[in-house]
C-alpha cells in the first residue's frame, strides 16, 4: 500500500519567495493549515503552519490555549488583531521550517509512524528528485488503513 495511491494530488502550495501575507491569504482562502513551501523547481524547500502565523500576531497565546479551558465567552478585541506591516513583509523563508516528507512510493505504515513521531496533521509527498506531487493527511493514511480492516471482517 503506497501513499501515492492514497494522496491528495492538487495541493496548496507557496513560493519560498511570498510573504506571510501571502501565506495568511492562502490559509484563509482554501481553509487548510499546511503550506508546503517550495522553490522554482517545485521543490519541497520547507512547510509553513498556520500556527506560525497565528504566533506572530499573538505571542504566546497558541502555548496557552490549553489552559484556557476555564474561560467562557469569547476575547474581544485580542481576536480582531492584525499584524503590524513588517509582520505581513516576513519571508516565507524566515518562518518556515524543515519539511518531514516521503516520496510517492513510500509504505502506508512508514507515512503514518513519521505523522505520529513528528505530531503532524498533513505529510509531503515528492518525488525521487524532491519536487513536491502530493499530501497525505493523517486522516487519509488512517482511513486507507482502516479499509483492510473491512476487507478481513466477513458478514454473520
Not at 103 to 131: C, E, K, M, W, Y
Request: hydrophobic letters at 45%; a negative charge.
Amino acid at each position: 500500500m503506497q501513499i501515492h495511491k492514497y494522496m491528495k494530488q492538487q495541493v496548496v502550495s507557496i513560493p519560498d519567495t511570498a510573504t506571510a501575507r501571502d501565506a495568511a491569504a492562502l490559509f484563509a482562502a482554501h481553509h487548510i493549515g499546511t503550506l508546503p513551501v517550495v522553490n522554482t523547481q517545485q521543490k519541497l524547500v520547507g512547510i509553513l503552519y498556520m500556527r506560525d502565523l497565528l504566533r506572530l500576531v499573538m505571542p504566546g497565546f497558541i502555548e496557552l490555549m490549553e489552559d484556557f479551558d476555564f474561560v467562557l465567552g469569547d476575547f474581544g478585541d485580542y481576536e480582531e488583531r492584525e499584524p503590524p506591516p513588517e509582520v505581513e513583509a516576513k519571508s516565507v523563508r524566515e518562518l518556515m521550517e524543515t519539511a518531514v516528507s516521503v516520496t510517492a512510493d513510500s509504505g502506508l505504515l512508514r507515512a503514518f509512524a513519521l505523522i505520529v513521531n513528528h505530531n503532524l496533521t498533513d505529510l509531503p509527498v515528492v518525488d525521487q528528485d524532491g519536487r513536491l506531487v502530493g499530501i497525505a493527511s493523517h486522516v487519509d493514511i488512517g482511513a486507507a488503513l482502516l479499509e483492510r480492516w473491512n476487507d478481513s471482517i466477513s458478514p454473520t
